[in-house]
């Protein structure tokens, strides 16, 4: 797959092309750009998407925190995977923003020279969204491409979206959230040394420093799937504020006890959890003692869990 970080570096003959945020890359995401791909290699087209950072949501409303599913490298492997031809993702800015529909529509077919433009029923760009599917459709005509509309994919009667997945996530259903995904939620970070309370209490966790800008499930002890430096392992992990220490903590942590893992191999590593079910939420416990229990309990449910799901 070719890969260009602007527009104005990437030219094509003969696009078929689809424009989005993508961001997580979710069922939606993925039926679009099979079908966009098949049916662009089928006609002996290059399969072409063009993607965004920062999302415009958070260019015309200001800075997000915990908002992207995605990190712009994570949906970079996710949309390779998809057999893409060209993937471009453009800076989006005010300038951008402040664009009329054709100026930017005449900008992509010269660099393009589109074939096809497959775009979501309700999509619109362009300054003011004034860029809608008949006023696409129309510029087609007029530059000499066609315009196709492509319908939402629902699961259980509501469209996917990644805004309904931040949903998901804020309300702690990551398996809900891993059905739109098509595969578990995952947060990737490097292993930074936190308090030390776990090792000190005989259950030693590694603190993942995760990019602010990430979605984070809401806060509460959930079974995880580990992996670093090519292995895997079971994981139970808590995100939260350590209300039994009363650390008033600013944002939530992402802490995470390795099953079957001794050592500090992993500590400034790259470390990746998939989160596949929800436990409980996160409680104050009246002592250390209670929270010792329940986090032995919580193990347990998190072994059980794992060893009665197969997951891909």
């Not at 030219?11 to 424009?19: D, E, F, P, S």
């Not at 800076?91 to 005449?106: C, S, W």
């Not at 259980?156 to 990644?162: C, F, L, Q, R």
């Not at 979605?215 to 292995?231: I, L, T």
Request: proline share 5%; net charge neutral.
């Amino acid at each position: 797959m070719q890969h260009y970080s602007s527009l104005q570096d990437a030219r094509v003959q003969g696009a078929w092309l689809t424009i989005g945020a993508f961001d997580g890359v979710h069922l939606g995401h993925q039926k679009v750009l099979k079908e966009l791909t098949a049916g662009a290699h089928a006609n002996g087209a290059p399969a072409v998407a063009l993607s965004f950072f920062p999302h415009p949501v958070e260019v015309l409303r200001g800075p997000l925190q915990a908002f992207y599913l995605s990190s712009p490298e994570e949906k970079l492997g996710l949309l390779e995977a998809l057999g893409l031809d060209v993937l471009i993702q453009h800076p989006f800015d005010q300038q951008m923003a402040q664009t009329p529909a054709r100026e930017f529509m005449e900008q992509l077919n010269g660099q393009l020279d589109l074939q096809q433009l497959w775009v979501g029923h309700d999509f619109a760009l362009g300054h003011n969204r004034e860029g809608d599917f008949p006023t696409l459709q129309r510029f087609g005509t007029e530059m000499g491409f066609e315009v196709r509309a492509v319908g939402a994919l629902e699961l259980d009667g509501e469209p996917i979206s990644s805004s309904r997945i931040r949903r998901l996530l804020g309300e702690g259903r990551v398996e809900d959230g891993a059905r739109c995904l098509g595969r578990p939620y995952a947060l990737s970070g490097e292993v930074v040394k936190g308090a030390g309370r776990g090792a000190s209490i005989g259950i030693p966790t590694a603190n993942l420093q995760i990019w602010p800008k990430r979605a984070v499930p809401a806060s509460g002890v959930y079974v995880c799937r580990a992996g670093a430096g090519g292995r895997t392992w079971g994981a139970v992990t808590n995100i939260g504020v350590r209300p039994t220490f009363d650390e008033k903590l600013p944002a939530p942590v992402v802490e995470t006890h390795i099953l079957d893992y001794a050592g500090d191999s992993l500590y400034g590593k790259p470390l990746r959890l998939e989160f596949l079910a929800r436990l409980r939420d996160e409680k104050r416990f009246a002592g250390v003692d209670e929270l010792i229990a329940q986090i032995n309990r919580d193990i347990e449910a998190g072994r059980a869990h794992l060893a009665a799901k197969t997951y891909r």
